[in-house]
């Protein structure tokens, strides 16, 4: 079956650091990959889409400055938020999509803290 | 853009009776799928029913929901709660195959009560 795993799972970061996350998708070729976050109390906002052998797309209020994304094959994808405040905590979640499939599949999730 | 709209942040019901979540939606496009992800507690979203086909009832593990493109709604239904059906529930929309990216509602959490 289709997996995604997320790694790390939890982190903490101090304010100002900068933290790195991978997803990988197991079992089906991930052609596309969609970052979200989950801050608290809210629903799931949009950060970027990423697809293969195409240009990263940003949602406004994001941008790659802040959160850089690497999508270098079918299986692989990585995020980093740069200089981490209060406001970047919350529950990242990426959703990896096989080409021509409506179905996204999320893998569990990395939960930042930032003190 | 596209949004999801589910109009009730928590429903609370006593185990046994009928659930019903409201999602409405409003994309330009034609042929939108919609779909209802459940979240338990420190788990991430996990699918639970997908549609694409106008006024087609599709089932999973005891819900159920139609697509109805006339109204714009994919509400969520089941017959009887269970304490186990405890959860957000998330409705999301995708404009088509070709785009990757959800738009998510704000989720409704459902709580059962013995």
């Known amino acids: 079956g289709a997996l995604v795993y997320q790694y790390p799972r939890r982190t903490i970061c101090k304010s100002g650091t900068s933290m790195r996350m991978e997803c990988q998708a197991v079992?089906?070729?991930?052609?596309?990959v969609a970052w979200y976050r989950q801050s608290p109390q809210k629903t799931f906002e949009l950060i970027a889409l990423s697809t293969v052998n195409s240009a990263i797309k940003y949602e406004q209020n994001f941008t790659q400055e802040k959160f850089p994304i690497s999508h270098p094959n079918l299986s692989f994808s990585s995020m980093t938020v740069l200089n981490a405040y209060l406001e970047d905590r919350g529950l990242y979640l990426c959703?990896?999509?096989?080409?021509?499939?409506?179905?996204?599949?999320f893998g569990p999730g990395t939960r930042l803290l930032v003190l | 853009g596209d949004s999801v709209t589910q109009t009730e942040g928590l429903v609370t019901l006593t185990e046994g009776l009928p659930v019903m979540l409201n999602c409405t939606y409003q994309?330009?496009?034609?042929?939108?799928?919609l779909f209802w992800y459940v979240q338990h507690l420190n788990e991430s979203p996990r699918l639970l029913l997908k549609?694409?086909?106008?006024?087609k009832r599709t089932e999973h593990q005891g819900f159920h929901a139609t697509l109805h493109k006339s109204s714009s709604s994919f509400h969520l239904q089941k017959s009887s709660a269970q304490l186990s059906d405890s959860a957000l529930y998330y409705c999301?929309?995708?404009?088509?195959?070709?785009?990757?990216?959800?738009?998510f509602g704000r989720g409704t959490r459902l709580q059962v009560y013995a």
């Open positions: 999301a929309l995708i404009r088509t195959q070709v785009v990757g990216q959800l738009t």
């Open positions: 994309t330009i496009y034609s042929n939108p799928f």
């Open positions: 549609s694409f086909t106008d006024n």
């Open positions: 079992g089906f070729q991930a052609t596309s």
């Open positions: 959703g990896a999509r096989m080409g021509g499939q409506d179905t996204q599949y």
